[in-house]
Every structure is written in structure tokens, then in C-alpha cells.
């Protein structure tokens, strides 16, 4: 049972296009999502977050956006670099529960490829 | 160093062989997990260690699989009996103080094949 999706294995844009990357969950009791970008051979790194009281929020060319009827949650990069290729994991918790909101349900990935 | 570091980055076993796999977590940070990736998949939920606290093992898929963490730091993470099925990159990751807002730093992870 995936409760976080990314129904999209690939994604290739070219440079200084809007990249687009989709994730949606089925657990409404997440409240808390965040995006984690990997290279080859390394560890994910924090890219960026939101809570479930916002529908957006944006860090330099990373925007991400929220809506929660629609359970569904979007990763903006405008404009793709090359750079930015990698793949992306959507991931979600519940902040709010208390108990283990540390514990992150993570997507299956989704490879970017921003062509030159 | 600065960062999460995991050891060893490979680790090529035979089906049946115990292995342990290293994760010495960013100083000061109290709260360390063990995540899984296996082909094709997400990253699954270990383990969860949060200072003196009894860690949360429910990620934890057979009871062939333990972890301890020494001293508030160094972790390990013993598979028993390694089966074909173990055969995944394993992520270890710190965390200031653990909560479900927090940002993980992951190490590099160690690249388990059991043949």
C-alpha cells in the first residue's frame, strides 16, 4: 500500500525550462511534506518543505505547491539548469501527531534530466 | 567530518552471512534513522534512535535485522542470515533533535549484495 506516489519514473526538460514533478498521497493525516533531491552515489539532501497550513512555498527557483483536496503536491523549478538533474523523492509525515511524526513515508523517485 | 559517513560504501556478502553497517552521525545531533532503498522502491523506515529514548523499531523487517547506538552516536546496523531479498542501499541519516519538520542529513549509504 504506497501512501506517497510519483507516478512519473523520468522527466527530461531542457535548460531554462519549468521543470514539473508530481507527487500525491493518500493518507490525509500527513501534514507535513518535503522534497529531497539525489545524486548518483550520494546520500538525498533537503531541497525543500511545506506544511499543510500553507499552499505554497517557494526558496529561489524551487517553489512547491500544496493542495490538499486533491491530495497532491508539486515540485516548480524555474529555470532548470543542468545541475539539476538528479533524482527527486517526495516524502510526507504527520508533524502534528505527536507520538512518531518523525517517520517519513517517501515516493519512489522520480529522475530529472535537464538537457544543455 | 562534517557530515553523515557510512561504512563500508559496498559490502557483497554470501546468502547466510551476518554483516554490519556503520553510521557515525553529525556531531550533535541527537536523533539518527536507518532507511532502505531497494531497486526500484522508496526509501522504507528502519529504525529510529532519539538520545537515551528506546528506539522505535517498527521499521525493522524480520528479527534477522538489530541495531544499537553506542554512547548517543556511533550506530550499527547487524542483518543476520543475509537472504537475496536484503540486497538494497541502506541510508543512514542524523537529525538535530528528531520531529517530523526537522530536516534529515543522509549519509552516502552502503550498497548491500547478498549472491
Known amino acids: 500500500d504506497q501512501q506517497v506516489k510519483q507516478n512519473s519514473p523520468s522527466l527530461s526538460v531542457q535548460e531554462g525550462r519549468i521543470s514539473i514533478l508530481n507527487c500525491d498521497y493518500t493518507?490525509?493525516?500527513?501534514?507535513?511534506f518535503l522534497w529531497y533531491k539525489k545524486y548518483p552515489a550520494e546520500g538525498p539532501t533537503f531541497l525543500i518543505s511545506?506544511?499543510?497550513?500553507?499552499d505554497k512555498n517557494e526558496d529561489g527557483r524551487f517553489t512547491v505547491f500544496l493542495n490538499k483536496s486533491a491530495k497532491h503536491l508539486s515540485l516548480h523549478i524555474v529555470p532548470s539548469q543542468p545541475g539539476d538533474s538528479a533524482v527527486y523523492f517526495c516524502?510526507?509525515?504527520?508533524?502534528?501527531?505527536?507520538?512518531?511524526?518523525?517517520?517519513?513515508?517517501f515516493g519512489k523517485g522520480t529522475l530529472l534530466t535537464v538537457n544543455p | 567530518g562534517a557530515g553523515v559517513s557510512q561504512s563500508p560504501s559496498n559490502k557483497v556478502t554470501e546468502k547466510g552471512k551476518d554483516v554490519e553497517l556503520r553510521c557515525d552521525p553529525i556531531?550533535?545531533?541527537?536523533?539518527l534513522y536507518w532507511y532502505r532503498q531497494s531497486l526500484g522502491q522508496g526509501l522504507e523506515f528502519l529504525i529510529y534512535?532519539?538520545?537515551?529514548?528506546?528506539?522505535?523499531k517498527s521499521g525493522l523487517p524480520s528479527d534477522r535485522f538489530s541495531a544499537e547506538r553506542t554512547g548517543g552516536s556511533v550506530s550499527t546496523l547487524t542483518i543476520q542470515r543475509t537472504q537475496q531479498e536484503d540486497s538494497a542501499v541502506y541510508l543512514c541519516?542524523?537529525?538535530?533533535?528528531?520531529?517530523?519538520?526537522?530536516?534529515?542529513?543522509f549519509g552516502s549509504g552502503t550498497q548491500l549484495s547478498v549472491l
Open positions: 556531531s550533535g545531533h541527537t536523533a
Open positions: 534512535f532519539q538520545g537515551n529514548s528506546a528506539p522505535d
Open positions: 511545506i506544511s499543510s497550513i500553507k
Open positions: 541519516a542524523s537529525s538535530q533533535t528528531g520531529g517530523g519538520n526537522e530536516k534529515l542529513f
Open positions: 493518507n490525509s493525516m500527513f501534514d507535513y
Open positions: 516524502a510526507a509525515s504527520r508533524f502534528s501527531a505527536g507520538g512518531s511524526n518523525y517517520k517519513l513515508t
